[in-house]
């Protein structure tokens, strides 16, 4: 009601909605919405009277769909209608579809009236609900309740100052990108008449890669639809089964290191740079036509891993709000490279990163002594298990030394391994994927055995939270209380959410520092 009387842009409105707002902030009244951020924007926007009433961080503001989301993460059913009837809170009155003459149309207003009261009607009703079932709860406490508010602020402000980006370098690497693929298109085809693109591609993928799985004397695994699964990752388990064979040539698998190439190229240009640039299918595109270029995007302060039609909503299990078109938390690192400053030569660009943030976590959650003294500031766990692989015969001393960051980034991948719950066939993989190292399984068994004989205490706090989960069937994040439920009986949770058991605490805390952090910067 309050956006669309802004909208109607007269001077008593604005008086109005200053003089109202004001109120609300000095009595220190929390602003409930649904769609809150959007509110808010347009409000923002449409008058800078209002806009002064409403003080970041200061004003606080709270969305039903965290109240929702706090009830059950895995709820589908998102908008104002579909939660009315779904509590049997009461139906909308059905409305002509078309658009109100005004601002100030009988009608609209009616439908604002009903919208607020459901608003309202649903808060009191899930926040009741949530304490009711789930007795002690930190979700929606005093605490939650300030933090998050502090977050719908911080995506607001984000949302409104966009990020700068380079539009002439983006256009520069997709023309590279584009002849990138061409170039790896025409090896594929001349060299082993494999089509990555085009007509009659994936049928000519389907065989190739069928003839490949045939050579390890196991059956290609088949997707949904019948395919063989062509992603990158698939291509480096063939390689990895490949490599294994007694007869192995490096021409065996040629085809499929043109086939992952493509594949890298591909993703590159149509997830990042071609939406970027141009925009999907279903949005216009991002930025406006100048040098350096303003990116809007749109962040979901609560996540969920289905949509419905009122909201159109995105997200991951571990609590982080979320960022789409474009998707700029999830840029990789070649793309990231294009966030400039909006100030071009006479600005710079800083960017910030936790270190061994998910390590230190786990040892603070888990209270290891051994742990904790272990990634005391100072101290580096990756480069210690690196030289680990020195002492192992994993690597040699010589070429631990000249490639030292390789080693470690691999190590890396070990060390946070161990701590999201993945196993010693984990280990093989990992060190074959990414360094393309042929470790024992038996030898992996052992590392991961002196890992845990050394940190018991780590050891039982990850075995105290599959416990938990299975007796409960849900975990809750210290402080806020977000949560995650597990189904099943106990086998079948241990089976199959043992990994998401382990990671979800360390990585929605680890997420909630980096929110913390980044809101006390923008304070």
């Not at 649904?34 to 806009?51: G, H």
């Not at 584009?178 to 591609?201: I, P, Q, T």
């Not at 993928?205 to 997707?223: I, M, N, S």
């Amino acid at each position: 009601g309050l956006t669309s009387s802004a909208a109607s842009g007269t001077p008593e409105t604005e008086c109005w909605l200053h003089a109202h707002l004001q109120r609300a902030v000095e009595r220190d009244t929390l602003l409930l919405g649904k769609n809150t951020l959007f509110d808010l924007m347009v409000l923002r926007y449409c008058s800078p009277l209002v806009r002064s009433a409403l003080r970041p961080f200061r004003t606080r503001i709270w969305d039903l769909a965290l109240t929702s989301y706090f009830d059950d993460p895995e709820r589908p059913e998102k908008g104002l209608k579909e939660l009315s009837v779904l509590f049997g809170r009461g139906a909308y009155a059905e409305l002509p579809d078309q658009r109100h003459p005004s601002p100030t149309s009988p009608a609209l207003l009616a439908y604002n009236i009903e919208d607020t009261e459901k608003t309202l009607d649903l808060e009191l009703f899930l926040s009741d609900r949530v304490a009711k079932l789930s007795p002690g709860t930190r979700r929606l406490s005093p605490y939650c309740r300030e933090f998050y508010s502090d977050v719908l602020w911080s995506l607001l402000l984000m949302s409104e100052a966009g990020v700068a980006l380079d539009i002439p370098g983006l256009a520069d690497l997709e023309r590279r990108l584009m002849r990138g693929m061409a170039s790896v298109h025409c090896m594929a085809e001349d060299r082993e008449n494999l089509l990555l693109s085009g007509k009659g591609s994936p049928v000519s993928q389907r065989d190739y890669v069928k003839t490949l799985w045939e050579h390890t004397g196991l059956d290609a695994p088949l997707t949904k639809t019948g395919l063989v699964a062509l992603k990158a990752e698939d291509c480096d388990d063939l390689r990895e089964r490949l490599s294994r064979l007694p007869n192995y040539a490096p021409d065996l698998d040629r085809g499929l290191r043109f086939l992952q190439a493509f594949k890298k190229l591909q993703k590159l240009h149509s997830t990042y740079v071609r939406s970027i640039l141009h925009g999907g299918a279903k949005t216009s595109q991002y930025l406006s036509q100048h040098v350096h270029g303003i990116s809007h995007p749109t962040w979901y302060p609560c996540p969920s891993r289905s949509k419905d039609e009122a909201d159109d909503e995105v997200g991951t299990r571990f609590g982080r709000p979320v960022c789409r078109e474009p998707a700029h938390a999830t840029f990789p690192p070649l793309i990231k490279k294009y966030e400039v400053s909006r100030w071009g030569a006479a600005g710079f660009y800083l960017s910030f990163d936790f270190k061994q943030l998910e390590l230190k976590v786990a040892a603070i959650l888990s209270a290891d002594p051994t742990f904790m003294e272990e990634v005391m500031p100072g101290s580096d766990q990756h480069a210690a298990t690196a030289r680990r692989y020195a002492a192992l015969g994993i690597t040699t001393e010589s070429d631990l030394a000249n490639r030292f960051k390789y080693w470690r980034g691999l190590a890396k991948r070990q060390n946070f391994r161990r701590v999201y719950g993945g196993g010693p066939g984990k280990a093989v993989q990992t060190f074959w994927t990414w360094g393309r190292v042929r470790v024992p399984y038996d030898l992996c068994q052992r590392e991961d055995d002196d890992f845990f004989e050394r940190h018991p205490v780590f050891a039982q706090w990850q075995k105290n939270l599959l416990a938990e989960a299975t007796r409960t069937h849900r975990l809750e994040l210290p402080l806020t209380g977000n949560v995650r439920w597990f189904e099943g009986d106990s086998t079948t949770i241990e089976e199959t959410y043992y990994s998401e058991i382990v990671n979800f605490p360390v990585q929605g805390t680890a997420a909630l520092i980096a929110l913390s952090a980044g809101i006390d910067m923008q304070k």
